[in-house]
């Protein structure tokens, strides 16, 4: 019974990406030389990146613009607008409207899933000179950031307030908050800070009409009804454009240690963190997995400083132990305490641990994990699942896709290169990178459904953090219920009735 009713979903779900594979986008009009004079009146020509007369941008200059980071979703935008206040992104916006013109919002352009870049020839609106520092109060530790502020340039400028932003990802130097929050991005500390909506305190949003929404509340209390930010977090900019995020940034630790342990085999991961939890409790403050694989892929693009082959010898996987406390001693004898606790009972859960001595071995350590992702585009094209599963599956998501690979006879240097895993145990969020030569839809036919179904099956998401961009608007319905869709829909066509924010994104 319940194997037919498994084959009927997969039927069902085949025919559903076949009709959404063949969805059209709404029907926008293209920005021409009038347009580009009606953004002259309220932008400096500095601010208009355009191929269109009188601007004389040359196509390779809006390269970087229309190509996502993978090099995998290529747009055919004319124009880049770079505004510098929320009143000019809300003057372009409303006029955008009006036109129908598309309107693309882009931030550093880190994303993962084809979520920053036009499909078409829409208009791109990138954020990046919006970039000051509103105000920062000490005493609450609150943050009012322009929505381009860099991640790494915030935390810069918390440093010396001993505060910390409550979000760390590996594209810290090119990734904006705005970005951040509308992509709702989870990152390497989650697992201490919890999620953007938890410690997002407002925003300002632009919304398609051109309406300036400010909802920059700088209270930790607030309960006067729907809340309305927490729409726009992980909208991917298809309900309108942040400009200005709130955030409560959180204190900044005394001290922080780091190790690598390297496990002989996977399944000790599920023990090794409920120990680290109960021995580390409140100074734990990432909790990092990455297999053997990749690891050796991390090795051969120079990401990070390779570990001793006598600590590899072994290693199944590896898991990477951050602590941040209030006082070294402390936390230094902790961390050994659990160290010492792995390696001598009777089956130890792991082999050695690398533990940092200084802060420059402590950024090495991370290096190896936060230059994963570099390391893998650096091996090939990379077909990247982000998903949530149970922690006890992750391996065995990554191994049946892996045999999947093979039984189509595509496991071969030209075909698919290698199928690693690694991601944040904490959060029970995989990333499933397939590494191929190409992209090629034979590979992808391969893999699509196979890995959401694969998901959909262990009743996780086939989105933990990176969002549905392009890349999954086709899957949406693996992971959310038909009413659920139905009701994002309404939402979209009543904050956006022309579809003019984001097209394709999220939503067919
Ligand atoms: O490369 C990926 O698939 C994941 C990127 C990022 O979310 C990470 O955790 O390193
Ligand atoms: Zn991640």
Redesign the pocket.
């Known amino acids: 019974m319940l194997a037919s009713r498994y084959i009927s979903h997969r039927l069902a779900s085949r025919q559903l990406l076949r009709r959404a594979h063949s969805a059209a986008l709404p029907k926008l009009n293209s920005v021409d030389a009038d347009d580009i004079a009606h953004f002259s009146k309220f932008l400096p020509s500095s601010a208009i990146l355009s191929t269109l007369p009188p601007a004389s941008t040359t196509s390779s200059e809006l390269s970087p613009f229309n190509n996502d980071w993978m090099n995998k979703y290529h747009g055919k935008s004319t124009t880049v607008l770079r505004p510098r206040t929320a009143q000019e992104v809300s003057e372009i916006v409303k006029y955008c409207n009006e036109r129908g013109i598309g309107i693309v919002p882009q931030g550093g352009n880190t994303g993962l899933v084809g979520g920053g870049v036009p499909l078409q020839d829409e208009v791109i609106l990138s954020l990046g000179n919006m970039n000051k520092v509103r105000s920062f109060d000490p005493v609450s530790g609150i943050l009012v950031a322009d929505a381009g502020c860099i991640l790494e340039s915030l935390s810069e400028y918390l440093s010396p307030h001993h505060h910390i932003v409550p979000l760390d990802l590996g594209a810290k130097g090119s990734c904006q908050i705005g970005g951040n929050v509308s992509t709702n991005a ?2 390497l500390r989650l697992l201490r800070y919890g999620s953007l909506h938890g410690s997002v305190l407002g925003l300002e949003v632009v919304l398609p009409d051109g309406t300036i929404l400010n909802q920059l509340s700088t209270l930790r209390k607030d309960n006067t009804g729907y809340d309305l930010k927490q729409l726009f977090i992980g909208a991917e900019g298809t309900l309108g454009i942040v400009t200005g995020v709130s955030i409560l940034a959180a204190p900044a630790p005394q001290s922080s240690n780091n190790v690598i342990l390297a496990l002989p085999k996977f399944d000790n991961v599920l023990p090794l963190f409920v120990e680290a939890k109960k021995q580390l409790s409140e100074i734990l403050s990432a909790f990092e997995f990455f297999d053997r694989e990749v690891y050796e892929l991390a090795v051969k693009h120079g990401q990070g400083r390779a570990l001793n082959e006598e600590d590899v010898a072994g290693a199944e996987c590896f898991v990477l132990v951050e602590t941040s406390g209030g006082k070294r001693e402390h936390d230094e004898e902790k961390l050994n305490g659990l160290l010492e606790s792995l390696m001598e009972s009777d089956t130890p859960l792991i082999n050695t641990g690398v533990l940092s001595q200084s802060p420059s071995q402590f950024s090495q350590l991370w290096a190896i994990r936060e230059g994963l992702t570099e390391a893998v585009s650096k091996e090939g094209k990379a077909y990247k699942y982000d998903i949530s599963v149970p922690l006890a599956k992750f391996k065995e998501v990554v191994d049946t896709t892996r045999e999947h690979i093979r039984s189509k006879g595509l496991l071969h240097d030209d075909a698919v290169k290698h199928v690693v895993g690694y ?2 145990v904490g959060d029970g ?1 995989l ?1 499933l990178n397939v590494v191929a030569a190409n992209y090629t839809p034979e590979i992808e036919a391969a893999l699509e459904p196979f890995v959401y179904e694969l998901v959909a099956s262990y009743k996780g998401s086939i989105s933990a ?1 990176h969002g549905i961009g392009a890349m999954k608007v086709h899957a949406l319905q693996y992971s959310k219920s038909a009413e659920s869709i139905e009701w994002m829909k309404r939402i979209k066509k009543l904050f956006d009735p022309r579809g003019i924010m984001n097209p394709g994104k999220v939503l067919e």
């Open positions: 989870g990152g991601g944040h969020n990333h953090e």
